[in-house]
């Protein structure tokens, strides 16, 4: 099984600030079948990003991700006061196993 | 606009079963795969099954293999998931998710709390 590992595990920002968030597999991620997902409380999680480096329908473009192989990231180039959430990362090119890492909190410094 | 809402969630004793439902609404719900995701504050998320767009293709997780059994009804729009031998690790909140590029999940529906306690 994939292990992903995310970090930091908290990031304490302010609006206006560069968030950047790291995910990290234990083997390759074939086709770097890497997505990135925002959940915010009380919500379901939200697909940011696909095929790491897509962006899904409606995302705004200071959502950024890259990466390949074993190290992904995701970037907020400007936050908003909306983008203060928890992240995911998850891997899907490993079928039928789908792992989920356990998330990087970004809140409000 | 792409709707999936979940139900069946609720309280059940260790060794018990429930039947969760997801209807899907705003696309041609046949035309995709179809996932379920669960969520607890110990564990964070996991995958739970997977079934392919006219349901003869299922896959688990090894956590679920065996007592969880996904299925889907193209003509009712709907998804499923029975749930059988629940055990208390089963308590979370459960998704019902659609099968985006090649594996992840595009859209979410909004849960459905799964309680396994005596």
């Given at each position: 099984?994939?292990?992903?590992?995310?970090?930091?595990?908290?990031?304490?920002?302010?609006?206006?600030?560069?968030?950047?968030?790291?995910?990290?597999?234990?083997?390759?991620?074939?086709?770097?079948?890497?997505?990135?997902?925002?959940?915010?409380?009380?919500?379901?999680?939200?697909?940011?990003?696909?095929?790491?480096?897509?962006?899904?329908?409606?995302?705004?473009?200071?959502?950024?991700?890259?990466?390949?192989?074993?190290?992904?990231?995701?970037?907020?180039?400007?936050?908003?006061?909306?983008?203060?959430?928890?992240?995911?990362?998850?891997?899907?090119?490993?079928?039928?196993?789908?792992?989920?890492?356990?998330?990087?909190?970004?809140?409000?410094? | 606009?792409?709707?999936?809402?979940e139900s069946g969630g609720g309280l059940v004793q260790p060794g018990g079963s429930l039947r969760l439902s997801c209807?899907?609404?705003?696309?041609?719900?046949?035309?995709?795969?179809?996932?379920w995701v669960r969520q607890t504050?110990?564990?964070?998320?996991?995958?739970v099954s997977?079934?392919?767009?006219?349901?003869?293709?299922?896959?688990y997780?090894?956590s679920v293999?065996g007592r969880f059994t996904v299925s889907?009804?193209?003509?009712?729009?709907t998804l499923f998931l029975q749930m059988n031998s629940l055990r208390a690790e089963d308590t979370a909140v459960y998704y019902c998710?659609?099968?985006?590029?090649?594996?992840?999940?595009?859209?979410?529906g909004?849960g459905t709390l799964v309680t396994v306690s005596s």
């Open positions: 099984e994939i292990v992903l590992t995310q970090s930091p595990g908290t990031l304490s920002l302010s609006p206006g600030e560069r968030a950047t968030l790291s995910c990290r597999a234990t083997q390759s991620i074939s086709r770097n079948y890497l997505a990135w997902y925002q959940q915010k409380p009380g919500q379901a999680p939200r697909l940011l990003i696909y095929g790491a480096s897509s962006r899904a329908t409606g995302i705004p473009d200071r959502f950024s991700g890259s990466g390949s192989g074993t190290d992904f990231t995701l970037t907020i180039s400007r936050l908003e006061p909306e983008d203060f959430a928890v992240y995911y990362c998850q891997q899907y090119g490993s079928s039928p196993e789908v792992t989920f890492g356990p998330g990087t909190k970004v809140d409000v410094k | 606009e792409v709707e999936l809402v209807a899907a609404s705003g696309f041609t719900f046949s035309n995709y795969w179809m996932y504050p110990g564990k964070g998320l996991e995958w997977r079934i392919n767009r006219d349901g003869s293709t299922t896959t997780a090894d293999t889907r009804d193209n003509a009712e729009n998710t659609r099968g985006g590029d090649s594996g992840s999940s595009d859209y979410w909004q």
